[in-house]
């Protein structure tokens, strides 16, 4: 199960090599995709929108994708602005959002 750690500054002027690396392992084909946010420090719309294409392309190619060790302040961003509603939702439009062991959000794309 590939993990991409996600550290600093999320935004429009670092976010193309990680949207290339995520594109690179969608494209293996993984039944998982984990996104690590434990080093975080700032995200903003175009990270969030990074967020967004993962789970748009992992949906379309059946993959889950897990959000692991989500900052506080990620959390409530992804809550004001409707993306965890997004995220909870599969293929069938019903499955609820999971857990990991720790807490974090497991989302079936």
């Known amino acids: 199960m590939p993990v991409i750690r996600v550290g600093g500054d999320l935004a429009y002027t670092t976010a193309s090599p990680l949207r290339s ?6 494209q293996a084909g993984p039944a998982t995709l984990v996104l690590d946010f434990a080093n975080l420090q700032f995200i903003d719309s175009t990270g969030l929108s990074i967020i967004v294409h993962t789970w748009r392309e992992g949906l379309r ?3 889950t ?14 809550d004001m602005t409707g993306v965890t509603n997004l995220l909870a939702r599969s293929t069938s439009g019903d499955a609820p959002l999971g857990t990991e062991p720790d807490g974090q959000p497991t989302v079936t794309a």
């Open 61 to 63: 190619d059946g993959v």
């Open 65 to 78: 994708l897990r959000l692991r060790a989500v900052p506080r302040f990620l959390e409530t961003i992804l």
């Open 21 to 26: 690396e995520i594109d690179r392992e969608l």
